[in-house]
Each structure stands twice: as C-alpha cells, then as structure tokens.
C-alpha cells in the first residue's frame, strides 16, 4: 500500500492503507527544560506498570542522549542497519524507511533486543559528548565550549503508521478512531515478540508473567475524559503539553500542537525517516550538536532552534509555552491576549488562564504591619 | 507473495502430492486416556508416515529456512479418542520464558466441517473453519513444574513490592489473585497466555491472524525429548463440539507445523505443511 507521510514529505510504503483516526494523540516536550528527574517516568511506573513481570518495564522513561537509551542503543541500531540515508534539499526524504527497506521475509527493517538491552535504563547520565581526554573524547579542558548531552524523555509517539502494528502477524495491535491512540488487545496477544523486534523507538515491551507484549497506553482512560496522560500533568518542569495533532492539511492556528508543530515549526517528530509519523514532539536542544539534532529531528532542526531563540518576539507563542503544565485538561484551542494566555477545552469552555508575563512586585524589606522582615521567598 | 515463493511453492505442492499417501488410524484395543509416547502400542501401530514441511512462505513474518523439514505421523483410535504421535528433529529443547526465548511447538489441524474438498490448508479461510491441536514445550513446563514466576526466570530479580502484595500488609486482609489480577492486564482481560496451561491448546481458526484459544474439550498431550528428537502425543476425543467430529470408519484431513524455538521460531515463523494429509480411521 502507499500512504501518506507529511513528516518525510512525501508518499512512502505501508502494510495497510492509510486511515487517519478522527484525531491524533500527541505530546510537545521542550527539551531546553527536561532535566532528568525522572518524576514522568515514576509518575508512569506507578500507574501502570507495578505488578509481576513488569519489573524493569518502563514505558515512559527519560535518556541522555548521546549515549544514554533504553534498551541499549535502540536508535543507533536502527539507524545502523538502514544504513546512510539523505534528506533532498527541499526536505523531502530521499531515503528509505524501515518499510521500504524491509528483508523479503519481514514486515519492517528492526532488531530484537534482549534482556540485557533493557537492563540500564540510563546508562551514560550525564556523560558529556564532545571534545577529547587526551587525544579523544569529552575533555574538560577543550575550547570552545564543544560539550554537549540533552535528556530525552520518551514515551510510545502512537504512530499514524505504528510498525508494532504492521508487525503484528495476529492483528492484535489497533490504533484507535477517537483518538489515535496505539493498544495491544491484550486478550489477543500471544508473545510473540514481533511488536518488540520491530518498533524502532522500542517501546513495546515484554511481559515474561502474562507472556503477553505491553505498551504506553497513552493513558486513554484520563485522555477520554478529557485529562492530559500522567507523565504530562505530573512533570514538575512543565515541559510537557498533551493535545490532538492535526495533518499540517488541517492544522488550526487556535490549537497549541498544531501552532508549536505546524505554525511555528518548534516542535519536530524524531527520527521521521524511519516512517512512522510518531506523534511525540520535541522542540530541540539548542545547545547540542547540529549535527546530531539532524540526524535525530532531521533538516528542520537547525530552523526550529533559531525560531525558539526569537519566541520573546511572539506573544502569542510565549502564552502557550506558560499553558504548558498550567492545567491537568487537554487544551483543544487557546488564545493569547492582553497579556493572559488562555486554554479552552473542546466545548469551548475556559480551563486555564495565566499570565503571559507574571507581574513583578516590589516591597520594602521592612513590614510595618507585621513588623518583620521580609523574605524573597513566595 | 512474491513470484520465487510461488515457483517454490507449486514446485514444492506438486512433489508433495505426488509422495503424499493417506493415514492410516487403526481402531486399537489400547488404554489412549493417558499420551505416553513409549506406549506399546506404537510399536504394532503402522509405520510412521514422513510428512515434508517447508518454511511457512505465505504470509510475513517468515522463517528464513525450512528449519524443519519432516515430521512422522502415527496415529490409533480406539473408538472415543484418537492418538497421534509426532517426531522430529530438534537438536535442543527450548522452553521459552524471558524475552526473545520461544518454544518448541507441533500442531495438528482438522478442517471443522465435513467435506470433500478441505478448506485452504493455510489455517482454514472465513466461514472454512479449521481445528487446531497446539502442543508447547512451554506449557507442558507450566503442567510440570509450574507456570514461572518472574524470580524463576530472573534468580537475580529485585524488587520491592507488588501491588496489593507488600512484605508487612499490616492491617490490610491478605489479598490474592482476584485483587492482584486488575494490575496484570493479559491476567484480567483473561488471556489464556497468562495462565498455567496444561500442554495442548485447543484453536479454532478461520485464516491467518484469527486463531483463538478455546476452552479445553478434553485433549491431551506429552512431550519427551531425547537425542536430538522430539516426540509428542496429542490425544483428542474423536467427537469435540463446536469443532472437528471424526468417526470410525470415517476420512478426514490433517495439517502439521512445527516450530523449533531454538531457532526462533515462533507465531507465523514456523515449518509447515503444504498440503493436507488425507485420513482414514479404521472400524
């Protein structure tokens, strides 16, 4: 079958037809904020994934990257085996996907990871890439500053093409008409695997007690009464912002995913070339390697990092980014004005309003009334 | 499926046919309520008939070799139930348990309706109903010595506590598995997979991608492994409802796949036959 792909820009190979849900679950991260304290992924183990052979399951987790990944090097084995891929200069993708790629015996290219793999959920924290001890790598004494390493929070992107899905000889994985959403039947799943060999982000996962494979539900029982997944309402940086994504065909200025993806271009998919279209979104890091952000976000990148340099010239985009984290309630539309960003839910009614710039008071050290001194502290 | 697995699948189709001869089941006066695969009644029963397999070529995920590439067929009734016996090469047993480790595996599969012409031999086709005897090496463990608990698998395993399951449950009132089950999802949607099994799976199915799980009608099987050969009794009753109904005297069809789990075989990566084997019980 061929389907449309808006991510690499043009039409690729796909098991099934193209059949866009009604909407499309998806979050933002602003990985300029994340800083690894793991809250999401806690917020999310003790959701979800506390019982009997889901010990070392983590469906979301947060990584540093370069090195860090969970399992081990999920992403750069992937990459290894499609080999070099080009991007064409007018950002479409000249490459091949994990489809089009895929062995004649298989539905998709991918790897099979072990146990082992899944292990050390974040080995290489906080090692720096970049630069050399001696004569190689991550020195502290090299300049200019050319050190770098980000945290990538991760959960399932419930892709609009999921290779869980396509790989499933069952037909046990289904993504859903209301929203997107992306769940492994499991009264149907037999443990086969073939969901953990071949989603790329490795994010099915096995349950060696129901021997039965599970995944991020995209927690559809909060999201279908109108509440952002736990990962999103519980991460205390606010990085996070949980909505329906629209096709850039569709895409309304008044929806907050739409405008960081679509309008802005802030927030990109990562690894679009394997074909996915994943769902999760990332504004860059602006201070890692170029280089690397492309491979990862690919050519838009570089751009998406110089807008989020100029977001102090955009209200309107800086009253989103403050909606972030500022209700527990999917925003379906939002507006910035007078100063005040406010987020509607989707039958129009406010949930949230925030100042776009919180007001700066000043007081006198002494209080009279009080006759105490005052503190900083709020 | 591509043109090289339709050259090798007519090739392989017509030389089958031509080697393919009926099955003989002997009505036996034999006690069958028990598979026992030393039975003497294998000794006087006719000789085993090879069956050739070939690397499942249809649909994908396949296999990339034939790992498997014959299975021996015995086979007595004796009036109620019928016992086959199956051998095959397997040169280690695999048990499954953690991730990516799989079973080894044999079924045998009867068309549902009564026919002349089978129904697609590649697990049935809709409203053409096939019955499925699923043995797993796997679940002959869990009748053996236990279903595995997450600490058999991983002696290493830590953890500090389960939902509804905590070392000291103070003044809670001990819970068991109907509270615990709610946090297992395959256990509370009630897969069979995540329940100790007996050994034999019973599938209808109608197609690719449509097997599924029935309650046990009263089938039985036995694995033993030795020297480099697997060799399984599946005892079913010859009438079972709502699926395959044989009768002395009477014909049917047989189906065969074996996975070798060493080989990672598992689900659609599987040996199987090509043909159906015809079947002849004996009065």
């Known amino acids: ?378 | 499926m591509s043109l090289r697995n339709v050259l090798i699948f007519s090739a392989l189709a017509s030389t089958a046919a031509l080697a393919q001869q009926p099955l003989s089941i002997p009505l036996v006066k034999a006690d069958l309520s028990k598979p026992d695969a030393a039975a003497a009644v294998w000794g006087s029963a006719p000789a085993a008939l090879n069956v050739m397999l070939m690397g499942q070529p249809m649909i994908t995920p396949r296999p990339e070799t034939t790992s498997t590439a014959e299975v021996k067929v015995q086979a007595v009734h004796d009036g109620t139930r019928v016992a086959f016996l199956l051998t095959w090469k397997d040169p280690e047993v695999s048990e499954a348990g953690p991730l990516g480790k799989f079973s080894d595996a044999v079924a045998i599969q009867f068309p549902v309706k009564e026919s002349d012409v089978p129904p697609p031999v590649m697990m049935g086709a809709k409203d053409l109903p096939v019955h499925i005897f699923h043995w797993r090496a796997q679940y002959q463990r869990d009748a053996e010595r236990g279903k595995p608990t997450p600490k058999d698998l991983y002696p290493n395993l830590n953890v500090d506590m389960y939902p509804m399951e905590f070392k000291d449950m103070g003044a809670l009132p001990a819970k068991g598995d109907a509270e615990r089950d709610p946090y297992s999802p395959g256990r509370a949607t009630g897969n069979p997979q995540a329940y100790a099994k007996s050994g034999v799976d019973e599938i209808i199915a109608e197609g690719f991608s449509t097997s599924s799980v029935q309650e046990g009608h009263g089938s039985l099987a036995k694995g033993t492994w030795a020297n480099g050969e697997w060799r399984v009794v599946i005892v079913r009753p010859l009438k079972s409802e709502g699926g395959n109904v044989l009768a002395p005297g009477g014909k049917t069809f047989l189906g065969f796949a074996v996975w070798q789990g060493g080989q990672g075989e598992v689900g659609s990566r599987k040996c199987v036959t090509m043909m159906w084997t015809p079947a002849e019980l004996g009065k």
């Open chain 1, 1 to 378: 079958m061929t389907v449309k792909n808006w991510q690499i820009k043009r039409d690729m190979a796909y098991p099934y037809e193209e059949h866009r849900p009604r909407k499309q679950w998806a979050i933002v991260f602003d990985l300029n904020k994340c800083i690894a304290c793991q809250t999401c992924t806690l917020a999310c183990k003790t959701t979800w994934t506390s019982a009997r052979g889901q010990e070392y399951m983590f469906w979301n987790n947060v990584e540093t990257k370069p090195y860090g990944g969970y399992p081990l090097a999920w992403d750069l084995r992937v990459l290894e085996r499609l080999g070099r891929q080009d991007w064409a200069k007018n950002g479409t993708y000249g490459g091949k996907t994990i489809f089009e790629s895929a062995p004649a015996n298989e539905r998709a290219l991918h790897w099979a990871p072990s146990d082992e793999d899944w292990m050390y959920p974040n080995v290489g924290e906080d090692d720096c890439a970049g630069g050399s001890v001696g004569a190689g790598g991550a020195a502290f004494t090299t300049m200019p500053h050319d050190k770098w390493f980000f945290y990538l929070p991760r959960t399932c992107a419930h892709c609009t093409y999921p290779a869980c899905l396509a790989a499933c000889p069952r037909k046990a994985i289904y993504k859903r008409e209301q929203d997107g959403i992306v769940l492994i039947d499991q009264s149907r799943c037999k443990g086969y695997g073939e969901c953990v060999r071949a989603c790329p982000y490795k994010k099915s996962m096995y349950n060696p007690y129901t021997r039965v494979s599970e995944k991020c539900v995209g927690c559809y029982p909060a999201v279908e009464q109108g509440i952002q997944p736990q990962c999103v309402v519980n991460c205390i940086g606010k990085i996070r912002i949980m909505g329906f994504i629209s096709p850039p065909w569709a895409a309304r200025d008044d929806n907050p995913v739409d405008y960081l993806v679509h309008k802005k271009g802030l927030a990109l998919p990562y690894y679009p070339q394997l074909g996915l279209e994943p769902n999760i979104y990332y504004i860059p890091p602006m201070h890692a390697d170029r280089a690397y952000l492309a491979q990862m976000f690919g050519p838009q990148a570089e751009g998406a990092i110089a807008r989020y340099r100029e977001l102090a010239k955009d209200p309107v985009a800086q009253g989103l980014m403050v909606l972030m984290g500022s209700t527990d309630r999917i925003i379906h539309s939002f507006k910035v004005e007078k100063g005040e960003a406010t987020g509607f839910n989707e039958a129009g009614a406010e949930l949230t309003r925030v100042p776009v710039t919180e007001p700066v008071v000043e007081r006198a050290a002494w209080d009279e009334g009080a006759s105490a001194t005052r503190h900083n502290t709020p």
